[in-house]
């Protein structure tokens, strides 16, 4: 992997990781509903009773043929928009899994400080004062907060 992907990589990690559990929310509704065409039961008719025997002349009507094929073209739907969606998370999972492996290598300090440069868009200034204060109880410069970012970011090429 290179510095150039992994940074880009780091800069749309929360996104993806958003798209990850929208995309397996969208999964789960999909897989629901292609359960729910496959148990649905056509109901048939008898014609024994009164007025069962008169039907129109000029229509032909199936209403369990119709129904069969309408739940056989849904459920096909289903199941290719099932298959793209798993296709679609796969891509989602390394890019997300890529990042969060490399980042478990770091330390602490190291990894807050990355992803709150690349993936939140702090500047090395802003980070310097505000977040290192929380991480370490003081504050330092943008100057050394970037050698830390450099650091940290060769170490996860590394890893």
Excluded at 24 to 47: F, G, P, Q, Y
Excluded at 76 to 82: G, T
């Amino acid at each position: 992997m290179t510095k150039e992907e992994l940074i880009q990589l780091l800069k749309e990690f929360k996104q993806n990781k958003a798209k990850l559990n929208i995309k397996l929310k969208e999964l789960k509704i999909a897989r629901i509903k292609l359960e729910t065409c496959d148990n649905v039961e056509t109901n048939t008719i008898s014609l024994y009773g009164e007025n069962q025997n008169i039907h129109s002349k000029n229509k032909i009507s199936n209403k369990v043929l119709s129904k069969i094929e309408e739940n056989d073209t849904k459920r096909i739907k289903l199941e290719r928009e099932i298959k793209e969606l798993k296709k679609i998370i796969k891509e989602l999972k390394e890019k997300v899994e890529a990042v969060e492996d490399r980042l478990v290598g770091l330390k602490y300090k190291e990894r807050e400080i990355l992803i709150a440069y690349y993936a939140d868009g702090k500047t090395a200034e802003i980070i310097g004062e505000h977040d290192y204060e929380e991480i370490c109880g003081k504050k330092c410069s943008g100057r050394y907060i970037r050698k830390i970012v450099k650091e940290a970011t060769s170490k996860m090429i590394k890893i």
